[in-house]
C-alpha cells in the first residue's frame, strides 16, 4: 500500500536534495501563511493505462488435502512496491484472511516481481494470505507479511534467488500476538521494521484495548527465522488533534483504534508530516503519524481525522513520474499519469471500508473505491477525474519518480 522504500539497481541510495522549490507545495505553509489558505484542490484529469493481468498468469498449488497439482491465474493484486527497476505485487489468490483455503482449495498467494513495463519477471509462492509487500533498502529484499486478521507470519523475499528457494517464512515471536490479530502493512524506517498489528481484538477482548499495540517493530533473526515484536505506541495512545480547521486542533485526544491498516513513511518533500511514519486507521478514518524526533510524549503522536475511509496513501514527488496502482476489481496492475502536484497527497479512498459501512457494499452513501487527493491539514478526501481504463483501485500504491528526478526514501505502504 503506499510510497515504499527504494532501491536503485538493488544498492541503497541516499535521499535526492529537495529543491527549495517543493518547499512551497500543496500543504507546506510559508511563514505566515494560514494552513488553509496554503492548501487546495488541484485540477486535472489522470489517464490509467493496464500494464498487466492476472488472468494472463498462472500458479500451481496442491489443494488443501489433496496431493493432486491445480494450476489457476493469479488474482486478487493488492500491495505493491518497488525494488529497482522493477515492482513487486502480492496476488491473494482467494486466500482467506486468517489463511482460509479459497474456494478451489487453495492456501498460497503469489508475489509476482515484473517491470515498470508490466512484463513479468519472477514469481513466488507464500502460504497465506498477503497483505503488505515492501521492499527493503537495506538488505536488498523484499517482505511480505500474510493473514491479516490472525495465524499471521511474515516472509523475506530474495528476487536473486529461484523462485523454489527464494521465500523464507519467519513465525512471529509472540502466538498469538499481544493485539490478538494478524499483520499488515510494512514500511522500513532509520533501517527499522514497522508493520502495522492489523484486526485487533480478533480473538479475545474486541477492540479497542489499551493493551493492544497498533504498531509493531520487528526484528528478524535469520538462524532462528523468528520474526521479533515490540509495541510501537498503542490503540488507545493520546494523540494531537492535527485537523487545522478543529476547535480541538492542538489538544490531546486518546485514540481509540480499531483498525490499524496501511502505513507509511511521509518523504522529506511531503509537505506536512514530512519524515514522520504514519498508520491509517481505515475503518475509523483516521490518519496517526509519529514524530520519532520527538523526546515528549504529548507530541510524539498526532492525529488527522478523514471525511472518508482510506488505504494507501502516496505523495508524488515530481509532475513527469508514474503511480502504479492494483485494481482487484478488474485483476489488473496499472500506471496513473498525471497530473501530479509535488508533495500533494494521494490516496485510496474506501468507502466500504469504514466501520459504518453496511454489510453489503457498494451500497447508496457508499461507492466502490475511487483514487482521492488528499488534504493534509483538514483530513478532506476528494476524488480526481480519471479517464482510461477501467479502474477500482484495490489499495496499493507506489510512486515513481521521472528519470532526472530523485528516488527519494519511502515506506510501506
Same mark, same amino acid.
Given at each position: 500500500?503506499?510510497?515504499?522504500?527504494?532501491?536503485?539497481?538493488?544498492?541503497?541510495?541516499?535521499?535526492?536534495?529537495?529543491?527549495?522549490?517543493?518547499?512551497?507545495?500543496?500543504?507546506?505553509?510559508?511563514?505566515?501563511?494560514?494552513?488553509?489558505?496554503?492548501?487546495?484542490?488541484?485540477?486535472?484529469?489522470?489517464?490509467?493505462?493496464?500494464?498487466?493481468?492476472?488472468?494472463?498468469?498462472?500458479?500451481?498449488?496442491?489443494?488443501?488435502?489433496?496431493?493432486?497439482?491445480?494450476?489457476?491465474?493469479?488474482?486478487?493484486?493488492?500491495?505493491?512496491?518497488?525494488?529497482?527497476?522493477?515492482?513487486?505485487?502480492?496476488?491473494?489468490?482467494?486466500?482467506?484472511?486468517?489463511?482460509?483455503?479459497?474456494?478451489?482449495?487453495?492456501?498460497?498467494?503469489?508475489?509476482?516481481?515484473?517491470?515498470?513495463?508490466?512484463?513479468?519477471?519472477?514469481?513466488?509462492?507464500?502460504?497465506?494470505?498477503?497483505?503488505?509487500?515492501?521492499?527493503?533498502?537495506?538488505?536488498?529484499?523484499?517482505?511480505?507479511?500474510?493473514?491479516?486478521?490472525?495465524?499471521?507470519?511474515?516472509?523475506?523475499?530474495?528476487?536473486?534467488?529461484?523462485?523454489?528457494?527464494?521465500?523464507?517464512?519467519?513465525?512471529?515471536?509472540?502466538?498469538?500476538?499481544?493485539?490478538?490479530?494478524?499483520?499488515?502493512?510494512?514500511?522500513?524506517?532509520?533501517?527499522?521494521?514497522?508493520?502495522? &498489528?492489523?484486526? !485487533?481484538?480478533? @480473538?479475545?477482548? /474486541?477492540?479497542?484495548?489499551? $493493551?493492544? *499495540? =497498533?504498531?509493531?517493530?520487528?526484528?528478524?533473526?535469520?538462524?532462528?527465522?523468528?520474526?521479533?515484536?515490540?509495541?510501537?505506541?498503542?490503540?488507545?495512545?493520546?494523540?494531537?488533534?492535527?485537523?487545522?480547521?478543529?476547535?480541538?486542533?492542538?489538544?490531546?485526544?486518546?485514540?481509540?483504534?480499531?483498525?490499524?491498516?496501511?502505513?507509511?513513511?511521509?518523504?522529506?518533500?511531503?509537505?506536512?508530516?514530512?519524515?514522520?511514519?504514519?498508520?491509517?486507521?481505515?475503518?475509523?478514518?483516521?490518519?496517526?503519524?509519529?514524530?520519532?524526533?520527538?523526546?515528549?510524549?504529548?507530541?510524539?503522536?498526532?492525529?488527522?481525522?478523514?471525511?472518508?475511509?482510506?488505504?494507501?496513501?502516496?505523495?508524488?514527488?515530481?509532475?513527469?513520474?508514474?503511480?502504479?496502482?492494483?485494481?482487484?476489481?478488474?485483476?489488473?496492475?496499472?500506471?496513473?499519469?498525471?497530473?501530479?502536484? &509535488?508533495?500533494? !497527497?494521494?490516496? @485510496?479512498?474506501? /468507502?466500504?471500508?469504514?466501520? $459504518?459501512? *453496511? =454489510?453489503?457494499?457498494?451500497?447508496?452513501?457508499?461507492?466502490?473505491?475511487?483514487?482521492?487527493?488528499?488534504?493534509?491539514?483538514?483530513?478532506?478526501?476528494?476524488?480526481?477525474?480519471?479517464?482510461?481504463?477501467?479502474?477500482?483501485?484495490?489499495?496499493?500504491?507506489?510512486?515513481?519518480?521521472?528519470?532526472?528526478?530523485?528516488?527519494?526514501?519511502?515506506?510501506?505502504?
Amino acid at each position: 500500500m503506499g510510497p515504499r522504500s527504494i532501491l536503485l539497481g538493488r544498492l541503497v541510495v541516499a535521499a535526492a536534495i529537495v529543491p527549495l522549490s517543493l518547499l512551497f507545495v500543496f500543504g507546506a505553509v510559508p511563514s505566515g501563511a494560514s494552513p488553509t489558505a496554503a492548501t487546495g484542490s488541484w485540477r486535472g484529469t489522470y489517464e490509467v493505462r493496464q500494464i498487466l493481468s492476472g488472468v494472463s498468469l498462472r500458479h500451481s498449488f496442491r489443494p488443501a488435502g489433496t496431493s493432486a497439482v491445480k494450476t489457476e491465474p493469479l488474482t486478487d493484486p493488492d500491495d505493491i512496491t518497488r525494488l529497482g527497476d522493477d515492482l513487486f505485487v502480492g496476488f491473494q489468490n482467494g486466500v482467506g484472511p486468517q489463511g482460509q483455503a479459497s474456494s478451489d482449495g487453495n492456501l498460497d498467494s503469489t508475489v509476482l516481481e515484473l517491470t515498470l513495463a508490466g512484463h513479468p519477471v519472477a514469481q513466488w509462492d507464500v502460504v497465506g494470505k498477503t497483505d503488505g509487500v515492501t521492499a527493503d533498502p537495506y538488505t536488498g529484499r523484499v517482505i511480505a507479511t500474510v493473514n491479516e486478521d490472525l495465524n499471521s507470519a511474515l516472509y523475506v523475499i530474495n528476487p536473486e534467488a529461484p523462485s523454489a528457494t527464494g521465500a523464507t517464512r519467519y513465525s512471529y515471536s509472540e502466538n498469538p500476538l499481544p493485539h490478538n490479530g494478524g499483520t499488515d502493512a510494512i514500511s522500513i524506517m532509520h533501517g527499522t521494521i514497522y508493520i502495522s &498489528a492489523s484486526a !485487533p481484538g480478533t @480473538v479475545g477482548m /474486541p477492540a479497542p484495548e489499551a $493493551s493492544y *499495540p =497498533a504498531v509493531y517493530s520487528v526484528t528478524l533473526n535469520s538462524s532462528t527465522k523468528v520474526a521479533t515484536v515490540a509495541p510501537v505506541f498503542f490503540d488507545e495512545a493520546v494523540a494531537t488533534v492535527a485537523n487545522a480547521e478543529s476547535p480541538h486542533f492542538g489538544d490531546p485526544t486518546r485514540l481509540a483504534l480499531t483498525d490499524p491498516d496501511s502505513n507509511e513513511v511521509v518523504p522529506e518533500y511531503g509537505s506536512r508530516f514530512g519524515n514522520e511514519f504514519m498508520l491509517t486507521s481505515q475503518g475509523d478514518l483516521e490518519q496517526i503519524f509519529l514524530n520519532p524526533y520527538s523526546a515528549s510524549p504529548t507530541t510524539r503522536l498526532s492525529v488527522l481525522s478523514l471525511s472518508q475511509s482510506v488505504d494507501d496513501t502516496t505523495w508524488p514527488s515530481d509532475p513527469s513520474g508514474s503511480l502504479y496502482s492494483t485494481d482487484s476489481t478488474n485483476d489488473a496492475v496499472d500506471v496513473v499519469r498525471g497530473p501530479f502536484r &509535488a508533495g500533494q !497527497p494521494l490516496a @485510496v479512498a474506501t /468507502p466500504c471500508g469504514a466501520n $459504518s459501512a *453496511p =454489510a453489503t457494499c457498494p451500497a447508496p452513501g457508499f461507492p466502490a473505491n475511487f483514487l482521492a487527493s488528499l488534504n493534509p491539514w483538514t483530513g478532506q478526501v476528494s476524488p480526481v477525474s480519471i479517464s482510461g481504463a477501467p479502474y477500482v483501485p484495490q489499495g496499493g500504491l507506489v510512486f515513481v519518480p521521472g528519470r532526472g528526478h530523485g528516488y527519494p526514501d519511502g515506506g510501506d505502504h
